[in-house]
């Protein structure tokens, strides 16, 4: 699946999307649109990406194990997909968990993030 333009609809959820980052299928070899955010302190949840595509949206945590923590609208994640997530999550958790944690800002985390 490959997607040509991201077009933010209804099934996607209001979390303050511009206070995150994003990074298109390109930079990460993933089918989806993934969007990275920085703690607030305010999260009710531990460190996680967001994917998204022209259907929905899901969270994944950033962790040994990732799992998928909630779906919004009708997005599909197979099973070759979910495996890319988490061999993303893998080959990026340093640099991922770096930006939750504020150590680096999004043009740090464009520069080191590893598409896979």
């Known amino acids: 699946m490959k997607i040509e333009k991201y077009v933010f609809t209804e099934h996607h959820s209001q979390d303050k999307l511009y206070e995150m980052s994003n990074l298109f299928p390109y930079a ?17 949840h531990w460190a996680r990406i967001k994917i998204a595509d022209n259907d929905g949206e899901a969270s994944i945590s950033i962790d040994d194990n990732p799992e998928v923590k909630s779906k919004k609208g009708n997005i599909k994640i197979s099973g070759k997909n979910l495996k890319d997530i988490k ?9 991922l968990l770096d930006h939750w944690n504020g150590k680096i800002d999004s043009k ?3 520069e080191r993030i590893k598409s896979i």
């Open 28 to 44: 990460t070899g993933l089918n989806y649109v993934v969007w990275i955010s920085a703690k607030s302190n305010k999260e009710r």
């Open 108 to 110: 740090q985390l464009g």
């Open 87 to 95: 061999q993303f999550i893998a080959l990026n958790k340093d640099v």
